[in-house]
T-cell receptor
Framework: GQNIDQPTEMTATEGAIVQINCTYQ??????LFWYQQHAGEAPTFLSY????GLEEKGRFSSFLSRSKGYSYLLLKELQMKDSASYLC??????????????FGTGTRLLVSP | EAQVTQNPRYLITVTGKKLTVTCSQN?????MSWYRQDPGLGLRQIYY???????DKGDVPEGYKVSRKEKRNFPLILESPSPNQTSLYFC?????????????FGQGTRLTVV
């Protein structure tokens, strides 16, 4: 089976840096995605990691350690508009060999002035 | 503009009255799926389709049906809705399931069954 854990909620201040962690257990890991979701809206793609290491994209970076089953999303220079939920999703091979996305429950980030 | 379009955005219905939520994508994606999102449970996959006429159950398929007669469309059918199907539903599509191909999501359908 699959299990993905991330904190339920985090708070941070505008201009600060925040790190959102995600740990996972899966039998057929084949990549990890981070999505951003504003309340009531569709998730939008932020980053993808399949190899160990850091992927940087502007103010957002994502890190993966496959041996530890661990990823984090790093948000720098926080802005008010970054207040949203951040979803960790693992691509898993599954029993049929079909690769599907399994989502964590999401981390709600509140950015205050 | 590349997009995934769901309709309706909001729907209130009564128990047992059949309904269909439509999903259409204009990116020629092979893979499409339906998710429901509930507080504290995250996004859970209902059904998915790898291509035309190829569909399979996800993690929570009970009470739902799908069809994939055309590549662009993937409707979600609730034959006899019940209150426990009150949820926020998302359709998603992607080129395939491997590599770094991310999923594109529709705007969501908020369904209330009374």
């Amino acid at each position: 089976g699959q299990n993905i854990d991330q904190p339920t909620e985090m708070t941070a201040t505008e201009g600060a840096i925040v790190q959102i962690n995600c740990t996972y257990q899966t039998s057929g890991f084949n990549g990890l995605f981070w999505y951003q979701q504003h309340a009531g809206e569709a998730p939008t793609f932020l980053s993808y990691n399949v190899l160990d290491g850091l992927e940087e994209k502007g103010r957002f970076s994502s890190f993966l350690s496959r041996s530890k089953g661990y990823s984090y999303l790093l948000l720098k220079e926080l802005q008010m508009k970054d207040s949203a939920s951040y979803l960790c999703a693992v691509r898993d091979m599954g029993n049929t060999g079909f690769q599907k996305l399994v989502f964590g429950t999401g981390t709600r980030l509140l950015v205050s002035p | 503009e590349a997009q995934v379009t769901q309709n309706p955005r909001y729907l209130i219905t009564v128990t047992g009255k059949k309904l269909t939520v439509t999903c259409s994508q204009n990116m020629n994606h092979e893979y499409m799926s339906w998710y429901r999102q509930d507080p504290g449970l995250g996004l859970r996959q209902i059904y998915y389709s790898m291509n035309v006429e190829v569909t399979d159950k996800g993690d929570v398929p009970e009470g739902y049906k799908v069809s994939r007669k055309e590549k662009r469309n993937f409707p979600l059918i609730l034959e006899s809705p019940s209150p426990n199907q009150t949820s926020l539903y998302f359709c998603a599509s992607s080129w395939r399931t491997g590599g770094g191909t991310e999923a594109f999501f529709g705007q969501g359908t908020r369904l209330t069954v009374v």
